[in-house]
């Protein structure tokens, strides 16, 4: 059973700094693998999509990297922003033998950007 | 639509009551996936459909929980004899691309408390 892991569990850093976020899963046999963002009382905001045969996928300030063969990932953010700050969640996509690709969520970064 | 809508944004049942949560999915996406948050845990897959069938019921966690769509677009989550433990977040998501191969775009969700 995949099993996905996000660390740490929480963050908290000064406005304006550089930041990694982790996440590892067990099982390399992934179709893509994506990071989202959650706001309190609001739903998932995809921000990046890797597909498993890709390493790594940029967008803005944002730049996500994959080792399928390690089980990582790693969320990258320059120059933080105090709206940066919300929960991220990794989630990796793998063929469920029943029909469709399942999202397994890790447990999420809790980000707090302090100004 | 926008993008995927959820009703209501909040529910408070009784235990043994049964309760029906909707989800309107963006307008063409033929994927239509249920998830679950429960407080310290990750989001956990329920079911998805294509179309109006439902391939993957894996994740159903027992037989009160039941769904359906119709029109190819909304869904309906119900949950028989609710019980304290399917306190929850129940969150919705659509896909263009069938079968969980692409971005999902998540609604709000509906916050579920049984007392």
């Known amino acids: 059973k995949q099993e996905v892991t996000q660390i740490p569990a929480a963050l908290s850093v000064p406005e304006g700094e550089n930041l990694v976020l982790n996440c590892s899963f067990t099982d390399s046999a992934i179709y893509n693998l994506q990071w989202f963002r959650q706001d309190p009382g609001k739903g998932l905001t995809s921000l990046l999509l890797?597909?498993?045969?890709?390493r790594e996928q940029t967008s803005g300030r944002l730049n996500a990297s994959l080792d399928k063969s390690s089980g990582r990932s790693t969320l990258y953010i320059a120059a933080s922003q105090p709206g940066d700050s919300a929960t991220y969640l990794c989630?990796?996509?793998?063929?469920?033998?029943?029909?469709?690709?399942?999202?397994?969520f890790g447990k999420g970064t809790k980000l707090s950007v302090i100004p | 639509g926008a993008g995927v809508s959820q009703s209501p944004s909040n529910k408070v049942t009784e235990k043994g009551k049964d309760v029906e949560l909707r989800c309107d999915p963006i307008?063409?996406?033929?994927?239509l996936y249920w998830y679950r948050q429960s407080l310290g845990q990750g989001l956990e897959f329920l079911i998805y459909?294509?179309?109006?069938?439902?391939?993957?019921k894996s994740g159903l966690p027992s037989d009160r929980f039941s769904a359906e769509r119709t029109g190819g677009s909304v869904s309906t989550l119900t949950i028989q004899r609710t019980q304290q433990e399917d306190s929850a977040v129940y969150l919705c998501a659509s896909s263009l691309v069938p079968r969980g191969a692409d971005t999902q775009y998540f609604g709000p969700g509906t916050r579920l408390t049984v007392l």
């Open positions: 459909f294509q179309g109006n069938s439902a391939p993957d």
């Open positions: 307008s063409g996406h033929t994927a």
């Open positions: 890797i597909q498993s045969s890709q």
């Open positions: 989630a990796v996509s793998a063929y469920s033998g029943a029909g469709s690709y399942q999202l397994t």
